[in-house]
């Protein structure tokens, strides 16, 4: 299990730009891919971005690509989202989680991750 913490997140302007940090402790860190998800009220959680274990891959969701970057530094257990270009859309709880390591998937569903941040609220305001 990977231990996960978001943070950064907070009220912006439309067009405005944030970037989410997850810290992350447990010894396969480096070996999980990583993604986050994003849930907004009275909605599924869906996928946003998910980057592999040593960083070379990754891949953003249709509704964020563009404006949203994932990344990740091994050497600090941090996972990161760079979101640019927000609009009310993209207002919710934003998850960092870890991707379980005993089938591959999709990558896209959140029951493909098996360790979960505690979520951290975005709000664009128009």
């Known amino acids: 299990q990977v231990q996960l913490v978001e943070s950064g997140g907070g009220l912006v302007q439309t067009g405005g730009s944030l970037r989410l940090s997850c810290a992350a402790s447990?010894?396969?860190?480096?070996?999980?891919?990583m993604g986050w998800f994003r849930q907004a009220p009275g909605k599924e959680r869906r996928f946003v971005a998910h980057?592999?274990?040593?960083?070379?891959?990754?891949y953003a969701g249709e509704s964020v690509k563009g404006r949203f970057t994932i990344s990740r530094d091994n050497l600090k257990n941090m996972v990161y989202l760079q979101m640019n270009s927000l609009y009310t859309e993209d207002a919710a709880v934003y998850y960092c989680?870890?991707?379980?390591?005993?089938?591959?998937?999709?990558?896209?569903?959140?029951?493909?991750?098996?360790?979960w941040g505690q979520g951290t609220q975005i709000t664009v305001s128009s």
């Open positions: 980057i592999s274990g040593s960083g070379t891959t990754s």
């Open positions: 447990g010894r396969s860190f480096s070996i999980r891919t």
């Open positions: 989680a870890a991707k379980n390591t005993y089938y591959s998937g999709t990558y896209l569903l959140p029951n493909e991750y098996d360790s």
